[in-house]
């Protein structure tokens, strides 16, 4: 991983980023809190993000997506089941 820790005025510090081993590129920031955030943009076109508070989004690039608030407590989906 990217050693950057660059500041933004976004509220968060970029921790680092970089290509895992499938190619998906993926970011890490801190926010100040417990947990930090980060996400994924895959080669297949979907993404993923994994927010301090614990909740999760993610979008196949097309068609789906779904969201689970903290604590996994309820689950919102859109578009077709998959």
């Known amino acids: 991983m990217a050693d950057n ?3 933004n005025s976004g509220g968060f510090t970029h921790i680092g980023h970089g290509t895992n081993s499938q190619g998906n590129h993926f970011c890490v920031r801190d926010y100040g809190k417990s947990e930090p955030g980060y996400h994924y943009s895959n080669r297949d076109g979907s993404y993923y993000y994994k927010n301090p508070d614990g909740s999760t989004y993610f979008n196949n690039g097309s068609d789906f997506a779904k969201y689970t ?3 996994g407590h309820t689950t919102k989906t859109f578009g077709p089941s998959k």
């Open 5 to 7: 820790n660059d500041s």
């Open 69 to 71: 608030s903290p604590g």
